[in-house]
């Protein structure tokens, strides 16, 4: 399976604990991107990497929400301090170059009890 | 401020018919633009594309056009068929920038056998 890969595919927790997501890129992707979908909605831009470089982010990011992308391969989205308004589903997104599309792998889904 | 809207959330088609779908942005500042479709608990596939450069895009079954004047663009899928039952999401993008992606709501399509 050559997709982008997430991990885990749902998790759920209690509120206030802290939960860490992988994203595993195409190969030689270099940018990569993530967004987050709840119910109804399209998703939604949370941050962009080019290679270990974080570029943007949104201001949905609050500040227990920190992604790192160490050696420009794979990332994690970790949350600290769950709240019931973090459910949704966690994206993934992969490109190789400009004009070309964003893959997206299969998401997390997180549910907060 | 929801910058692409998807104002149909859903729509019936009857099988081999042609199904449309529509969008509307408001940025004048994007500049490419995307249709994805969506399964149940996996990730958005990407369907098609187009360049502001472009009013018309095509790939088999599946035809965008871009009315840059309107800011509107539409998917046109000849013919339906009961595969195509997904739900839809419209993308643009500002390509001066990251190329991070703002998705409308979605339109659910189902084509009926």
């Known amino acids: 399976d050559t997709g982008v890969s997430q991990d885990p595919r749902h998790k759920i927790t209690k509120r206030g604990q802290n939960v860490t997501f992988r994203c595993d890129p195409i190969?030689?992707?270099?940018?990569l991107y993530w967004y987050r979908q709840t119910l109804g909605q399209g998703p939604e831009f949370l941050t962009y990497f080019q290679n270990e470089a974080q570029l943007e982010k949104s201001r949905l990011l609050s500040d227990r929400f920190s992604a790192e992308r160490p050696k420009g391969s794979f990332s994690t989205l970790e949350i600290q301090r769950t709240e019931q308004g973090d459910s949704a589903m966690y994206l993934c997104?992969?490109?190789?170059?400009?004009?070309?599309?964003?893959?997206f792998g299969d998401g997390t889904r997180l549910s907060i009890l | 401020d929801q910058q692409v809207k998807q104002n149909s959330p859903s729509l019936s088609v009857q099988e081999g018919r042609i199904s449309i779908l529509n969008c509307d942005y408001t940025?004048?500042?994007?500049?490419?633009f995307l249709w994805y479709k969506k399964y149940p608990a996996e990730g958005p596939t990407f369907l098609i594309s187009i360049s502001s450069i472009k009013d018309k895009n095509e790939d088999g079954r599946f035809t965008v056009f871009l009315n840059k004047s309107a800011k509107h663009l539409s998917l046109h899928i000849v013919p339906s068929q009961p595969g195509d039952s997904a739900v839809y999401f419209c993308?643009?993008?500002?390509?001066?920038?990251?190329?991070?992606?703002?998705f409308g709501t979605g339109t659910r399509l189902k084509v009926l056998a």
């Open positions: 190969s030689e992707h270099n940018r």
């Open positions: 997104a992969t490109r190789v170059g400009d004009n070309q599309p964003q893959h």
């Open positions: 940025n004048s500042m994007f500049d490419y």
């Open positions: 993308a643009a993008s500002d390509t001066s920038g990251t190329y991070k992606y703002i």
